[in-house]
């Protein structure tokens, strides 16, 4: 992550020295290399009031402190013993739940506003972060496949403070089978003119993750299992291709994803040495995909991180009509493959599929897992495993001294309602406000949409 201040120069006429702006690098080891170049606040930033969960496992802090200088978080504690600086700006946090800034770590880039990111209007691009992201508390996503060119020229514009969003990290395209193009992408991608994303040999396949990589994505997905529909259903990835793709991922320290669709994506995700996979399964032949003890086993062997993205599966039973009774079937079937996960110690991670959905609203999200999860396991799949699952654990995911200044403030308590998760009031990116309610001592009590022009500059 490279955080920057911006650097003013006066001419000798109106000042008798230059001040150099200050660059700090912090490099993210392991499997990301993220940018955070917000320029930063030009003093203290204290939150206060708060009920406080500075980590999944921590018990609450009741009124509590979090004090904030360029970017990093410098104080925590309950206010009895954590003083306010006298000239910090305050936000005002009483009455609402404190956390760690949330992952989405599966999100495309791909809403009719995000396209054509190297021109659109920053407004246009900003509006549509901010419904689909930032006003869900989002503060880091994982754009898991859209093009490589549109998601790299949206976090420039991000990165370079024209723009408030969130951390953006991309696979960029991903990687089909040959003859294997999806069938639900087919028209989009012939619509938009997007690159031919097929691979049919394993040098070919490993020489564009190579390319890919090169040019700055953070990681590589491939469709083990690529859902092209007639008699064939699922067409699963050569294994020695879907290995030559991983394997360039590794080489580099960067995660590989993987869409299993079924049984055997999920064999090809596991023989490749995948890392993460995008979704848990559903149906296999037309009945539900039993994960069973032997294959959880496998699972946990390679150690690979679930994404479950649960509503997704209510999304596709609707667009193709599905009768109720078979949703709750498959709805209880990926509910019981979560719990089951996560009960084995498998790492669960929060990821929506938005962006391909235009599902936005978290709430239905966490109301699904709460069947498989409770609270805190929750907290963690947004917070702390997404950031130790991408090497960044040390700057991320908790609030303590020293971690980025990533921070959601909630409406209400998730202990008591995992929904809670999507009641947002402030989404805090390095120590700004970049969706949310202006509670600062400067504007008491007006409540607004954090827009880049009312960020503390």
């Not at 008798?16 to 499997?31: D, E, Q």
């Not at 403070?161 to 294997?180: H, R, S, Y």
């Not at 069938?183 to 394993?202: L, N, Q």
């Not at 239905?364 to 409770?374: F, G, P, V």
Request: aromatic share 6%; charged share 25%; proline share 5%.
């Amino acid at each position: 992550m490279i955080t920057t201040r911006k650097a003013h120069s006066w001419t000798n006429e109106w000042r008798p020295f230059v001040l150099i702006g200050l660059v700090i690098g912090l490099s993210f080891n392991a499997h990301v290399i993220a940018r955070d170049s917000k320029s930063q606040a030009p003093r203290e930033l204290a939150i206060v009031g708060a009920r406080m969960y500075s980590s999944p496992d921590a018990a609450p802090v009741e009124d509590s402190v979090v004090v904030v200088r360029d970017g990093r978080i410098v104080r925590v504690g309950s206010r009895s013993n954590t003083a306010v600086p006298p000239d910090a700006r305050v936000i005002d946090a009483h009455g609402t739940v404190l956390t760690a800034g949330f992952w989405n770590c599966h999100i495309h880039l791909m809403t009719a506003d995000q396209l054509n990111a190297t021109t659109a209007k920053a407004e246009t691009l900003q509006t549509s972060l901010e419904e689909m992201l930032t006003r869900w508390g989002f503060t880091t996503v994982f754009d898991l496949a859209s093009s490589t060119d549109n998601a790299l020229a949206l976090r420039r514009r991000v990165n370079s403070g024209e723009i408030a969003g969130p951390m953006i990290l991309t696979v960029g395209d991903p990687f089909f089978p040959k003859d294997g193009t999806p069938i639900y992408v087919r028209d989009f991608i012939k619509a938009h003119g997007w690159p031919h994303e097929e691979v049919s040999t394993p040098e070919e396949a490993a020489a564009r993750a190579a390319r890919q990589l090169d040019r700055g994505t953070d990681g590589v997905k491939i469709f083990a299992g690529a859902i092209v529909g007639g008699q064939i259903g699922v067409l699963p990835m050569r294994i020695d291709i879907a290995k030559a793709v991983v394997a360039e991922a590794h080489r580099r320290g960067k995660p590989a994803f993987a869409h299993p669709s079924n049984l055997a994506g999920l064999n090809v995700a596991i023989e490749s040495g995948v890392d993460v996979l995008a979704h848990t399964t559903a149906l296999e032949g037309g009945v539900p995909a039993d994960w069973s003890p032997e294959l959880i086993a496998r699972l946990r062997n390679h150690n690979m991180a679930l994404i479950p993205t649960m509503t997704l599966f209510e999304v596709e039973a609707k667009r193709s009509g599905e009768k109720p009774n078979d949703l709750a079937e498959v709805i209880a079937m990926i509910t019981t493959e979560v719990k089951n996960y996560a009960a084995a110690g498998g790492q669960i991670l929060f990821g929506t599929d938005v962006g391909y959905t235009d599902a936005f609203d978290t709430t239905e999200e966490y109301r699904l897992m709460s069947a498989a999860l409770d609270w805190r396991r929750i907290l963690d799949s947004l917070t702390t495993a997404p950031a130790g699952r991408f090497g960044v654990g040390a700057q991320k995911g908790r609030i303590a001294e020293g971690m980025d200044a990533d921070l959601v403030l909630l409406n209400a308590d998730p202990a008591r309602d995992s929904t809670a998760f999507a009641r947002v009031r402030d989404t805090i990116r390095a120590g700004r406000v970049i969706w949310g309610v202006d509670g600062s001592r400067s504007c008491p009590g007006r409540r607004v949409r954090c827009r880049s022009s009312q960020l503390p500059r």
